[in-house]
């Protein structure tokens, strides 16, 4: 007996009532389990699109957004949670074909706000958001650079202290982060984390462990010290042998191939370049973050050594030019 064809099992989707599907199956979905449904027939799209379900996507899957001020924000994108979603489950797409190459809007957000979240073993330990000025000459001319945390403040988890090597590759495993980055005047999201770890250090001397994830952005002209720049995140967690960590720091900066961290005008260019490019899907995001940041370590290795070699050059023409004055002006001397 031959299977049913496309058509068929959209029919039998059709006779199922629409409140069935509405609260009894869309409502167990993903976002993007929901998003592929709604492009089975009209009806699941009908269905799929319905703002209350995207709503409680979005809180469950960044628990930073049920707060009122970004309940507000997000309800102002084009499409409400779904753009939101789209927007926030993606990557930016930096290939050359896809990254702007004219200059961002001119309508620089007066802030911009971060939405967090970090799991362990799929367990929520830290949550915030927070919000950051941008129009003032402090933020323009300063090192761009987003705290999530005082420095007296910390939050306590479950995690082991590392005392061995064991447990940071149980970070590297089981830490998990989401940092989404709104722009509230453009109406746009991105997420600036590679969901997992990329490294784990831990420090010999405090036995801090520093856990970096990153994303990796097309910046300036190519040649140039930000061709690419690293929107670099650290999470840094410490406490007593023996017992359980505390995360004691977690910020947000953007790093040139130099190792400079950009300003904050330079940053917001690039980050709001990001922001209005296109996107592509997550697949294997893990794997692929960890690799685009290996890659972005590998060109500034090689920029350094040519840069080392420029240098080294520049050096030897500067000795031979002083030992040729040398002895150009003690034969003067001689013959005069």
Known sequence: MAPPSFDQNTARISAVHPDIIETHILTRLDGPTLASASCVSSQLHSLASDESLWTTICHSTWPS?????LRHVISSFPYGPRSFFSDSFTNPDQTPASTPSSSPSLNRPSEIISAVDVYYKNKLIFSKVVETETASGWFNCSPFRVDLLDQKDSVPTRISHPDN??????LAEDLTLSWIL???????????SSYKPVTVQRHWLSGEAHVRFSLV??????????????????????????????????????????????N????????????????????????EGKRKYEDYVEKKRERREKKLRTEGALDMLCVAFGVFTFFSSGLYLLWR
């Open 217 to 262: 952005l097309s910046g300036g002209d190519k040649g140039s010290s930000s061709e690419f720049v690293q929107c670099g995140i650290v999470v840094t967690c410490g406490g007593s042998q023996g017992g359980e960590m505390h995360v004691r720091e977690v910020n947000l900066q953007v790093e040139d191939m130099d190792g400079t961290n950009l």
């Open 65 to 69: 957004t049920n707060t009122p001020r």
């Open 182 to 192: 709104i722009d509230p005047i453009g109406r746009r999201a991105m997420n600036l």
């Open 165 to 170: 090597e064991d447990t940071c590759r149980e």
């Open 264 to 287: 904050g005008k330079e940053s917001l260019v690039i980050l709001q370049r990001g922001l209005e490019g296109k996107r592509r899907n997550v697949k294997g995001r893990e794997d």
